[in-house]
């Protein structure tokens, strides 16, 4: 099979796709022809040596998206299915051609749902909903603000939310994302560089949920939140360090809940791609790439220029 790869850290032109050997299943496994994935920030880390990985040569890639080769495990040859956990299966992360999964980290992918939209949703929408649902517990008539709603997990996590019947906010850098955000449903887009976000939020009575992605906006997380508000830290796009006003932290009574590597189960991911294929929502695809063009989509992502995902192809 092929894969596209890098043998040492450095700049996007050490991704190469080369041959090497095929996954062999185990007991558990199931054996998958990739036919889409996607390009993470984890991934140009990754690449780049500043989250280094276990060894070298290493094969990146978060989900996959593709077809059954074989019969097992109770998944039959053809079906389409997802893992949102390409990079614990083997053969290597999404990147590759054919991975060998376990047949728990699977779903089937509905029809009237693409490769291409199965993969855009994959992890980003598993993340949106661990973070919206599992952690912070959203409920219908309340009030979410969620940051970043250009990114990946900000534009699905906005149309979750309405469709779960909230009432959303999200931010934006400039009036033409802010324009492309309210397509997706948004009630509120907020330009953090001409307005206040927490005043804003708070003339609408503050907001009950924060999916806070950029963790150096903590403070004005805080001063956003309604009283007993609740803040679900699963990103740090600006930075890690911040600094918080305890006072008002404490006085508000804002519960924050650290989000790990937020994963919903595969249930959840199942009912996400059943939603998609009732158009209810629609993963935001910025362009595809073929896989042999990977180094490009790493460029692009870090332009920081694109809204939604980065899809790779295996053809």
């Not at 290493?58 to 080769?69: D, H, K, N």
């Not at 009575?205 to 806070?212: A, T």
């Not at 008002?248 to 809940?257: D, N």
């Not at 919903?264 to 063009?293: D, Y």
Request: hydrophobic share 45%; with cysteine.
């Amino acid at each position: 099979m092929k894969a596209a790869l890098f043998t040492q850290y450095g700049d996007p032109d050490v991704l190469h796709l080369v041959e090497v050997p095929d996954p062999v299943p185990g007991p558990d496994d199931v054996l998958v022809e990739v036919k889409a994935s996607t390009v993470n920030r984890l991934d140009l880390f990754q690449r780049a040596g500043s989250r280094p990985v276990p060894q070298l040569p290493f094969t990146p890639g978060l989900e996959a998206a593709g077809i059954v080769l074989q019969d097992a495990n109770g998944f039959r040859a053809g079906e389409r299915v997802l893992t949102t956990r390409a990079s614990q299966a083997k053969g290597g992360g999404g990147y590759a051609s054919k991975l060998a999964v376990p047949a728990t980290d699977l779903v089937r992918i509905p029809e009237g749902v693409s490769f291409e939209q199965a993969a855009a949703a994959g992890l980003a929408a598993s993340t949106a909903w661990g973070a919206l649902f599992d952690l912070g517990k959203l409920q219908q008539g309340e009030r979410v603000l969620i940051w970043a709603g250009s990114s990946g997990v900000g534009t699905i996590a906005i149309q979750l939310a309405k469709n779960a019947g909230a009432w959303v906010a999200t931010t934006s850098s400039s009036a033409e994302r802010a324009e492309k955000i309210q397509q997706l449903g948004a009630d509120l887009v907020i330009n953090y560089h001409e307005q206040d976000v927490a005043a804003t939020l708070q003339k609408a009575g503050g907001v009950h949920l924060v999916i806070e992605l950029v963790s150096t906006t903590l403070q004005t997380s805080l001063d956003a939140c309604a009283l007993d508000g609740r803040v679900v830290l699963i990103g740090n796009l600006g930075g890690q360090q911040c600094t918080v006003d305890t006072q008002s932290w404490r006085l508000k009574r804002v519960t924050v809940i650290g989000g790990g590597q937020v994963h919903t189960a595969p249930a959840n991911e199942e009912h996400v791609l059943q939603l998609i294929a009732r158009k209810a929502i629609n993963p935001c695809i910025a362009r595809t790439f073929p896989i042999e063009q990977a180094a490009e989509a790493h460029r692009v992502l870090a332009s920081g220029k694109i809204q939604g995902k980065l899809v790779l192809l295996h053809s």
